[in-house]
């Protein structure tokens, strides 16, 4: 055989001996590859709806605990069961150290409302404990107190809400507070509390005392002082010389009138265009 013929032979054993090993190699990797189950793979969880967890609810270090296993049907998370846990655990508990809510009634209605100025805000506790559950996890729901209505926006599509301890009026429309106003409310043992609906408006009518009430909306008929109480701005009234002498500023937050509720001529205003004969206005002390 020639040497040209000799080294051709060599070269295409070379080539199938390099491809038989490559064979081998690859046969014996494949042979030997580990599985990696699923939830080992970095990044991923898996999360196992039996396993028992607890939802925190708390201000601070006062808190109201719940488990998951009262909160599940058929394994898994119920809407209906938390919020009937909220209602009974979470909201009687914070109702409790907080001053509780109390009844505001009159011949036209009555309502709930919480007796303490300040007081939890519990606004999303159901909506906030329910994503905690599904989530999972043991999570913490915070819950911070401030300063808030007494009301929660529910009694009507709008309405006004007056705080008599408080001197201070909410406007309530959609679920919402739309502006509060500051008060100088009836002196003690003139005020009234419950539900009234607006009777009548003015716009600046005359009082039996002389004075004028800007913005009047009467809301309240008193026998004892046979006249109507109202909602207007500061009053005003003709000195002996006739020249108008308007109420002081400083009398808004002051207890001074005999039944009606005063405020700020442009807040008295507002309230005048924003509602009508037949809305509510709903006073608790």
Same mark, same amino acid.
């Given at each position: 055989?020639?040497?040209?013929?000799?080294?051709?032979?060599a070269?295409?054993?070379? !080539?199938?001996?390099?491809?038989?090993?490559?064979?081998?190699?690859?046969?014996?990797?494949?042979?030997?590859?580990?599985?990696?189950?699923?939830?080992?793979?970095?990044?991923?969880? %898996? %999360? /196992?709806? /039996? !396993? *028992?967890?607890?939802?925190? %609810?708390?201000?601070?270090?006062?808190?109201?605990?719940?488990?998951?296993?009262s909160?599940?049907?058929?394994?898994?998370?119920?809407?209906?069961?938390?919020?009937?846990?909220?209602?009974?655990?979470?909201?009687?508990?914070?109702?409790?150290?907080?001053?509780?809510?109390?009844?505001?009634?009159?011949?036209?209605?009555?309502?709930?409302?919480? !007796?303490?100025?300040?007081?939890?805000?519990?606004?999303?506790?159901?909506?906030?404990?329910?994503?905690?559950?599904?989530?999972?996890?043991?999570?913490?729901?915070?819950?911070?107190?401030? *300063?808030?209505?007494?009301?929660?926006?529910?009694?009507?599509?709008?309405?006004?809400?007056?705080?008599?301890?408080?001197?201070?009026?909410?406007?309530?429309?959609?679920?919402? %507070?739309?502006?509060?106003?500051?008060?100088?409310?009836?002196k003690?043992?003139?005020?009234?509390?419950?539900?009234?609906?607006?009777v009548?408006?003015?716009?600046?009518?005359?009082?039996?005392?002389?004075?004028?009430?800007?913005?009047?909306?009467?809301?309240?008929?008193?026998?004892?002082?046979?006249?109507?109480?109202?909602?207007?701005?500061?009053?005003?009234?003709?000195?002996?010389?006739?020249?108008? !002498?308007? *109420?002081?500023?400083?009398?808004?937050?002051?207890?001074?009138?005999?039944?009606?509720?005063?405020?700020l001529?442009e807040?008295?205003?507002?309230?005048?265009?924003?509602?009508?004969?037949?809305d509510?206005?709903?006073?608790?002390?």
């Amino acid at each position: 055989m020639k040497k040209k013929d000799l080294t051709k032979l060599a070269l295409v054993i070379d !080539v199938q001996l390099a491809i038989l090993l490559g064979l081998i190699l690859y046969n014996g990797f494949t042979a030997n590859k580990v599985s990696i189950p699923y939830e080992d793979v970095l990044g991923t969880e %898996v %999360v /196992n709806e /039996n !396993v *028992e967890f607890t939802v925190s %609810v708390c201000h601070v270090e006062d808190c109201v605990y719940i488990s998951s296993e009262s909160v599940k049907k058929d394994g898994v998370i119920d809407e209906g069961m938390v919020y009937q846990e909220v209602l009974d655990k979470v909201l009687g508990h914070f109702e409790q150290g907080y001053g509780g809510k109390s009844l505001a009634s009159s011949d036209k209605g009555s309502f709930v409302y919480w !007796v303490d100025d300040v007081r939890p805000d519990l606004t999303n506790i159901y909506q906030d404990v329910y994503r905690s559950f599904k989530s999972g996890m043991g999570t913490n729901v915070e819950v911070e107190v401030k *300063e808030m209505p007494g009301t929660d926006g529910k009694y009507a599509t709008k309405y006004i809400e007056i705080d008599n301890s408080r001197q201070k009026l909410y406007v309530w429309r959609d679920g919402a %507070v739309e502006k509060e106003i500051l008060l100088s409310g009836p002196k003690a043992g003139s005020e009234v509390y419950g539900v009234f609906p607006i009777v009548d408006k003015g716009i600046n009518p005359k009082a039996p005392t002389g004075d004028f009430m800007p913005y009047w909306m009467a809301f309240y008929y008193s026998g004892r002082q046979q006249s109507w109480y109202g909602l207007h701005g500061l009053i005003w009234w003709y000195d002996s010389n006739g020249k108008a !002498v308007y *109420e002081s500023r400083d009398n808004i937050g002051v207890r001074k009138s005999g039944g009606c509720i005063r405020m700020l001529e442009e807040d008295a205003k507002y309230l005048y265009e924003s509602f009508e004969k037949g809305d509510l206005i709903l006073i608790h002390s």
